[in-house]
């Protein structure tokens, strides 16, 4: 009863403005856009839209999140700009102890690598393995 006062309500109001039919699903995905567009968790539009599982908003509404990997990028850039104080070449941490640049897509950051290397005696990143260095 209620989803149809509230349709037709809608209905008067869309009939009166002239606007494109708009249903009432439409407005429920507009809040989510705003929501997401706003910064809010998937947990909490989860909780809000009452759905049993974060898979299905995500599903659902995990389009509506461009661009967050440029986000994530950029906000680890600005930490690591505090933690080592260079705002000149992002791409190389200095090493203190052995006073060298390392440039980190070329450090070897998998916990067996050593044991892997040993095993084929080549790179295994150049052999398609799961361990191994960039070049």
């Known amino acids: 009863m209620v989803h149809e006062a509230v349709q037709h ?7 009166k403005t002239g606007v ?4 009432v699903h439409d407005i429920r995905h ?8 706003k910064g809010v968790q998937p947990l909490m539009i989860k909780e809000r839209f009452g ?13 509506l999140y461009p661009d967050q990997q ?10 690591n700009i505090k933690s080592f104080g ?8 200095t090493n203190e102890d052995e006073s060298t640049n ?17 095993i084929t005696g080549e790179n295994s990143w150049e052999n398609g393995g799961i361990y191994g260095t960039e070049k």
Do not use: C, W
């Open 20 to 23: 494109k039919k708009i249903r």
């Open 102 to 118: 390392v440039n980190p897509r070329q450090v070897d950051y998998s916990r067996d690598s050593s044991r892997e290397q040993q």
């Open 9 to 15: 309500k809608l209905k008067q109001v869309v009939q």
């Open 70 to 79: 440029k986000v994530v990028a950029d906000m680890l850039d600005d930490e």
């Open 51 to 63: 759905h049993t599982d974060i898979r299905i908003t995500l599903n659902t509404y995990g389009h």
């Open 30 to 37: 507009s809040h989510a856009a705003f929501l997401i567009n």
């Open 86 to 93: 260079s705002t000149n070449n992002r791409s190389n941490v």
